[in-house]
């Protein structure tokens, strides 16, 4: 079965552009997880969604950072006018269940994002 | 911030088993211990994961201290494939913390 995808695995933008970063979870997976993880840093948490609800998106460090997940399936997270302080790569993940604890999370491949 | 410890780095023999620590003090009793992996370039791996009781699965085995206080992720006959960076994450009813995480060497 197909794990959880991620489009484009590469991403080079100048400066002000807008990015968009497709992430598409397991089949049927409730939840959905956006990461951010700088050169050799851990994975840091953006923001969650439940089905097409964003419950959570305490960790998205600016109003430039946007995600949606309109259909509960699908989800996109938006950068508007890039900084070279957003290179880094993105990490999406799902799961199975709605609630957030006794619940592994699937991660993609992740995008590499830089900017010049 | 992380609610957990590790070693920054350890290296282990092909074949032996690989025995990686965490310490996690400030546990509460609704907090499970999880354990992933990140393959260079690759996304988080999900290993196991467990509350109070040892876990076993395919992977690895998963031995939490009575206190909970620290755990120990076994895996039991570590091959050049295991090589990666492995996170101890502390979890409630939150989102997953990442740490630094233990850079697992395997050695042949």
Request: a neutral charge; glycine letters at 8%; aromatic letters at 10%.
């Amino acid at each position: 079965g197909a794990g959880v995808s991620q489009s484009p695995r590469y991403k080079v933008a100048k400066r002000g552009q807008d990015v968009a970063l497709r992430c598409d979870p397991i089949s049927g997976h409730v939840s959905l997880f956006w990461y951010q993880q700088a050169l050799g840093q851990g994975p840091e948490f953006l923001t969650y969604f439940q089905n097409e609800a964003q419950l959570d998106k305490s960790g998205l460090p600016s109003d430039r950072f946007f995600a949606e997940r309109p259909e509960g399936s699908v989800s996109t997270l938006k950068i508007q006018r890039t900084q070279q302080e957003d290179s880094a790569v993105y990490l999406c993940a799902s799961s199975f269940r709605a609630r957030l604890t006794n619940n592994e999370q699937f991660f993609g491949p992740g995008t590499r994002l830089t900017v010049l | 911030d992380a609610k957990t410890t590790q070693p920054p780095s350890m290296d282990c023999a092909e074949g032996r088993a690989a025995n990686l620590p965490c310490n996690h003090s400030t546990i509460s009793g609704n907090e499970y211990v999880y354990w992933y992996r990140q393959i260079h370039s690759q996304g988080p791996q999900y290993i196991i994961h467990g509350l109070k009781n040892n876990e076993t699965n395919e992977m690895a085995s998963l031995i939490i201290t009575e206190d909970r206080k620290s755990s120990t992720l076994i895996l039991p006959h570590a091959t050049l494939r295991d090589t990666a960076v492995y996170y101890c994450i502390v979890e409630g009813a939150q989102k997953l913390v990442f740490g630094q995480g233990t850079r697992l060497t395997i050695n042949p």
